[in-house]
T-cell receptor, first 116, second 113 residues
Framework: QQQVKQSPQSLIVQKGGISIINCAYE??????FPWYQQFPGKGPALLIA???DVSEKKEGRFTISFNKSAKQFSLHIMDSQPGDSATYFC??????WGGGADGLTFGKGTHLIIQP | DSGVTQTPKHLITATGQRVTLRCSPR?????VYWYQQSLDQGLQFLIQ???????AKGNILERFSAQQFPDLHSELNLSSLELGDSALYFC????????????FGPGTRLTVT
């Protein structure tokens, strides 16, 4: 019930193309869905996040699309650049009883390569 | 740079030993989370502390424990180490216990030989 399933495992996109990574979840208690970007040897960096009361959020070249009824969300990277080559993780979080927050549940990650 | 610091960066130790990993959260953040990243299990939430108190537990083994001190830094203690404990250990912080954004440190790479 706590799983977040992410696909694809790896993705190769040409420079200037659109990179799309998908995630699906089961737990309807999840209330926050962030995406993290991780470069080799570094910690995950928060990229963009969405709450389930909106269907889309855009920040620069990065867009999250959220489908509450299907329990799916995706990351779109427009005009993909070689510097975007990294591992991307989707995640989800649920609020605990009493208002505290649980830790993030992460997808397995997508290794993205942008070819020049 | 997230503002979260972790020491040491690398740690090599033998099976059966005990190690302590240290984390300093971003200035002003009261909540600290610990995560383990391994090739087979991915990124997994271990435990959360808020202002010195344990708030949430994830997949943390009984051999592992953590604490948060009055100055808000946190330590993760790993004992009776096994080969399978080799992984990257990340600390993240957020401003309150229910804050949405968690900011990750650079991690500690633990190798158990």
């Amino acid at each position: 019930q706590q799983q977040v399933k992410q696909s694809p495992q790896s993705l190769i996109v040409q420079k200037g193309g659109i990179s799309i990574i998908n995630c699906a979840y089961e737990n309807t208690a999840f209330d926050y869905f962030p995406w993290y970007q991780q470069f080799p040897g570094k910690g995950p960096a928060l990229l963009i996040a969405i709450r389930p009361d909106v269907s889309e959020k855009k920040e620069g070249r990065f867009t999250i699309s959220f489908n509450k009824s299907a329990k799916q969300f995706s990351l779109h990277i427009m005009d993909s650049q070689p510097g975007d080559s990294a591992t991307y993780f989707c995640a989800a979080r649920s609020l605990l009883w009493g208002g505290g927050a649980d830790g993030l549940t992460f997808g397995k990650g997508t290794h993205l390569i942008i070819q020049p | 740079d997230s503002g979260v610091t972790q020491t040491p960066k690398h740690l090599i130790t033998a099976t059966g030993q005990r190690v302590t990993l240290r984390c300093s959260p971003r200035s002003g953040d009261l909540s600290v989370y610990w995560y383990q990243q391994s090739l087979d299990q991915g990124l997994q939430f271990l435990i959360q502390y808020y202002n010195g108190e344990e708030r949430a537990k994830g997949n943390i083994l009984e051999r592992f424990s953590a604490q948060q001190f009055p100055d808000l830094h946190s330590e993760l203690n790993l004992s009776s180490l096994e080969l399978g404990d080799s992984a990257l250990y990340f600390c993240a912080s957020s401003s309150t216990t229910s804050s949405y954004e968690q900011y990750f440190g650079p991690g500690t790479r633990l190798t158990v030989t």
